[in-house]
């Protein structure tokens, strides 16, 4: 009589046992699957975010530096300093494994190139693209962001065939950028009597 009492016990605590470590999986695997949604919703959301970032940034480009329909048309300066912060945006976005957007990024570096080349025809601090450069607050920020251009003209260099016309010409102002930005001579900038000091 006893032992058919503990057995009746023994498999009533078993199965109490039981059903209590079901519901504790159960809740375990509910609360994984909260947190692997979550972690879904949160990757999606912060790409989309980063690919609204992007398109903004890059509207924003195309709208300080439009496409060119007319080449033989002189480029209108605009503030070195807004042309800078589009331009840096415009580079800290560029990631080298965007192979779709690779030819529309190599189109507004080109714009970009003919639009800093023109810049530094110019003798005002505000149009040309050295008067960034002569601001405190930008000048370390601004040879970063020249190296960082620097760099992205000699990659495009690279990639260039110089028996194909096309690329002949971005070639030729590719290497126009390099040579501009890297010998001050050419910098009208610093033609300037007052600026005549900082030519070294």
């Given at each position: 009589?006893?032992?058919?009492?503990?057995?009746?016990?023994?498999?009533?605590?078993?199965?109490?046992?039981?059903?209590?470590?079901?519901?504790?999986?159960?809740?375990?695997?509910?609360?994984?699957?909260?947190?692997?949604?979550?972690?879904?919703?949160?990757?999606v959301r912060g790409w989309l975010a980063r690919t609204k970032f992007q398109r903004m940034i890059l509207n924003d480009f195309?709208?300080?530096?439009?496409?060119?329909?007319?080449?033989?048309?002189?480029?209108?300066?605009?503030?070195?300093?807004?042309?800078?912060?589009?331009?840096?945006?415009?580079?800290?976005?560029?990631?080298?494994?965007?192979?779709?957007?690779?030819?529309?990024?190599?189109?507004?570096?080109?714009?970009?190139?003919?639009?800093?080349?023109?810049?530094?025809?110019?003798?005002?601090?505000?149009?040309?693209?050295?008067?960034?450069?002569?601001?405190?607050?930008?000048?370390?920020?601004?040879?970063?962001?020249?190296?960082?251009?620097?760099?992205?003209?000699?990659?495009?260099?690279?990639?260039?065939?110089?028996?194909?016309?096309?690329?002949?010409?971005?070639?030729?102002?590719?290497?126009?950028?390099?040579?501009?930005?890297?010998?001050t001579s050419s910098w009208v900038l610093l033609r300037n009597k007052s600026l005549v000091g900082l030519k070294a």
């Amino acid at each position: 009589m006893f032992g058919r009492t503990e057995t009746k016990k023994d498999s009533f605590l078993e199965q109490t046992k039981a059903a209590r470590e079901e519901r504790e999986r159960e809740r375990a695997q509910e609360e994984q699957r909260d947190r692997s949604i979550v972690l879904m919703q949160k990757t999606v959301r912060g790409w989309l975010a980063r690919t609204k970032f992007q398109r903004m940034i890059l509207n924003d480009f195309d709208t300080l530096l439009p496409p060119v329909t007319n080449p033989s048309k002189d480029i209108e300066l605009k503030s070195a300093l807004q042309i800078y912060h589009a331009a840096s945006h415009f580079l800290l976005q560029w990631k080298d494994r965007d192979s779709s957007d690779c030819s529309a990024n190599q189109d507004r570096l080109e714009r970009l190139c003919r639009y800093l080349i023109a810049s530094l025809e110019s003798d005002s601090p505000k149009t040309s693209y050295i008067g960034v450069a002569l601001n405190k607050e930008h000048s370390l920020a601004w040879i970063r962001h020249i190296k960082k251009l620097l760099y992205r003209c000699c990659t495009a260099v690279e990639r260039l065939r110089p028996e194909s016309h096309t690329d002949s010409i971005s070639l030729a102002l590719y290497l126009h950028t390099l040579v501009a930005f890297t010998s001050t001579s050419s910098w009208v900038l610093l033609r300037n009597k007052s600026l005549v000091g900082l030519k070294a």
